[in-house]
């Protein structure tokens, strides 16, 4: 971290700041967070990502400086958050050097300055605590609020299994800058627009149990979408509803992308089952009880292989017969 920080200092050159596609809190939370930082700082920095910011996000401090990608225009440094390598931005980054900072299992190595925490309980958590070594006066009521929204829900509000006592003193801290949790969980949970609790209506409807209860799928096809004029970010959070099922150990969700070949897989256990190892079986990665992966095929094609998948790993991480 040191060193990342004293790399960071002498950088008087462009900086650009980006995160993965299809972003969610954590992502741009670090992003926002260490981007207005830099600015205080007096650097030359630019924050991008290819998908637009969610609805739920767009109440987010500076938000409205983010830049799209891709972009032409090449920078001395990158700072990739939230993301297992800069691939994930989902084009192509044009930089002399680029640098990670991440929570997520594996992924690839950017550079010898990256920073990398798999036991951290956000990207955001790793981000407060490079600002809070560099100069904590800097942080302010606008960084502060980023930085809580990333922890805030990748924590899934400190209910995960991934919250430490860390984690609390962090926010403790954030709410002492000045974050106001009411608002901030109200602007994240309580604003679904008409069209997500229609197509939530609708993916409800496709929920089909496997293995005895313990593997829940939700489905959601492409014609979802157009039925109920809804996009794809606002299937944020329906897994968890699958995962919620008294004795389910693995649950996902498959999400028809445009060219209708291709899934976007979100998978979720609850802390006894390696749901990571599941998606890397398909080239993806995350967490032990979040991960995601992309998948090829048919429908039913791909929700075969990911339930065999699925009882493969409870057989394995639990040990049972099916």
Known sequence: MIALINRLKKEKRSILIFTHENPDADGIGSMLALYEFLKKEGKNVECRIKDPVPHVLDFLPDVDKIQKLPTEKEYDLAILVDAAGSFRAGCEIKAKEIIRIDHHIGGNKESNYDFIDTYAPS???????????????????????????GLLTDTGSFRYNNVTEEAFELAEFLVKKGVDPHYISNMVYERNKLSTIKLLQLTLSTLRLYNENKIAALIVPRNFLKQTGAIEEETEGFVNYARSIEGVEVAFIMIQKEDLQTWRVSLRGKGNVDVREIAEKFGGGGHRDAAGCRIKGSQEEVLEKLVNAAKQQINKDLAVSV
């Open 123 to 149: 990207t955001t958590f790793l981000v407060a605590k490079i600002l809070r070594y560099w100069d904590e006066e800097k942080i302010d009521e606008n960084i502060a609020t980023n930085l809580y929204t």
